[in-house]
Each structure stands twice: as C-alpha cells, then as structure tokens.
Nanobody
Framework: QVQLVESGGGLVQAGGSLRLSCEAS????????MGWYRQGPGKQRELVAS??????TTYADSVKGRFAISRDYANIVHLQMNSLKHEDTAVYYC??????????WGQGTQVTVSS
C-alpha cells in the first residue's frame, strides 16, 4: 500500500507563488509516477503535472511556463506554482501510479488565488 500526504496550499494573491509537497509512504518503490491533479468549483478533476521515476515530466497547457514539478528521492514530489491566476483556484490532489495498475490519491489541499 502507498499513502500520500500533501502539504502547502493556502490563500495567495494573483501573481503570487505557492509550493505544494507530497510525501509517499509504504511501498514507495512500487511507484511508477507521481503527480498533481486539481478540481476547481464545478469542474472535473484534471491533470496539472506529473513526473515519472525516470524524470519525465508532463504539464497541462494551462500551467506550462508557470508551474514546475520536481522529485526528491523516490517518494517526495513538489509543485512550484508561480504567477498564479484566479483560475488556478482549486483543490489540488497528489497522485501516484503504483505497479502500473493502480492509482492512489492524497486527501487534497485547497489553493485559493484572489484576483
């Protein structure tokens, strides 16, 4: 089993920055990739950024050039969010793909960007 615990998030003004972190515990060497999704009010959950164990990154078009995902060791990922916009307001969820078969989710952390 893999458990995910998120930290960071909060309230920030438009143009500001925040950093989210997610630490995985348990069977961490079974993790293939980790990433961040978000779900805004009245919207579906969407991929923000992901990173594989090989270091390959993927970003949503809406955050390219503003957000950066990074990984420490095998079990900690960070999401540096710069130039935040009101439309970035959402609950952000950490995600891990385990044994290429299952997906684990964190509890979510709220990011609110005031315009």
């Amino acid at each position: 089993q893999v458990q995910l615990v998120e930290s960071g998030g909060g309230l920030v003004q438009a143009g500001g920055s925040l950093r989210l972190s997610c630490e995985a515990s348990g069977s961490i060497f079974s993790i293939n990739a980790m990433g961040w999704y978000r779900q805004g009010p009245g919207k579906q959950r969407e991929l923000v950024a992901s990173i594989t164990t090989a270091g390959t990154t993927t970003y949503a078009d809406s955050v390219k050039g503003r957000f950066a995902i990074s990984r420490d060791y095998a079990n900690i990922v960070h999401l540096q969010m710069n130039s935040l916009k009101h439309e970035d307001t959402a609950v952000y969820y950490c995600n891990a793909v385990v044994n290429r078969l299952t997906t684990r989710w964190g509890q979510g952390t709220q990011v609110t960007v005031s315009s």
